[in-house]
């Protein structure tokens, strides 16, 4: 079975300080991990994706992901937060099970930056 | 080069209509994917084409909805007699499957009123 678990349905920052947004996943197949970012009345974009190269991936506007197989998480962060960051975040895992590509996102957690 | 299209980007359809829901997906790509996002919600996985086939459709809410993808190409969502609770933005994404990345449409924001 797949599944993702966004642990934060909020989160709220100062700008300037670090981000960290927590997924955990389940999967009975070797996963690929991804995070999207919306924008309000946006659409989907990519921030970053693991498919089994380094564990530690970097991505688009500063943001980084470590995948850790024993704790089945791929947690999201930033050194620094923006306001620009302000938007809604979704884990995305991505596996075979059943013979085929099955997506599955997490609820999302909404990213709100202080000023 | 050109990302995945949807059209209409906007409907408006009064409760019992049908309406349909293009998309055109990134040449070459075989796997397609419908996803509905209601307001304020996560995407929900709706059904899922590799080339023409429709492998997966557990997440088609009722028999209202159809999808279809003749040609292994442009998908077509369905939907019956519309509802209020059909109310959503409708994404369409595409990947070479290969390589798991999802390229998403901007999607069909429908309302039913």
């Known amino acids: 079975a797949q599944s993702v678990t966004q642990l934060d349905s909020h989160v709220s920052v100062s700008e300037g300080t670090p981000v960290l947004l927590r997924c955990n996943y389940s999967?009975?197949?070797?996963?690929?991990l991804f995070w999207y970012v919306q924008h309000p009345n946006k659409g989907l974009q990519l921030l970053l994706k693991y498919t089994s190269a380094a564990t530690l991936v970097k991505g688009i506007n500063g943001f980084e992901a470590e995948f850790k197989k024993s704790e089945t998480s791929f947690h999201l962060t930033k050194p620094s937060a923006h306001m620009s960051d302000a938007a809604e975040y979704f884990c995305v895992v991505s596996d075979r099970s059943g013979g085929y590509q099955k997506v599955t996102f997490g609820t999302g957690t909404k990213l709100q930056v202080i000023p | 080069g050109a990302g995945v299209s949807q059209s209409p980007r906007y409907k408006v359809a009064k409760r019992g209509q049908d309406v349909a829901l293009r998309c055109d997906p990134i040449s070459g790509h075989v796997s397609l994917f419908w996803y509905q996002q209601a307001l304020g919600q996560g995407p929900e996985f709706l059904t899922y084409f590799q080339n023409e086939a429709q492998l997966d459709k557990s997440g088609l809410p009722s028999d209202r909805f159809f999808a279809e993808r003749p040609e292994g190409s442009v998908s077509t969502l369905k939907i019956q007699r519309t509802q209020q609770e059909d109310s959503a933005v409708y994404l369409c994404?595409?990947?070479?499957?290969?390589?798991?990345?999802?390229?998403f449409g901007p999607g069909t924001r429908l309302t039913v009123t």
């Open positions: 994404a595409s990947s070479l499957e290969k390589f798991w990345r999802l390229n």
């Open positions: 999967s009975s197949y070797s996963p690929s």
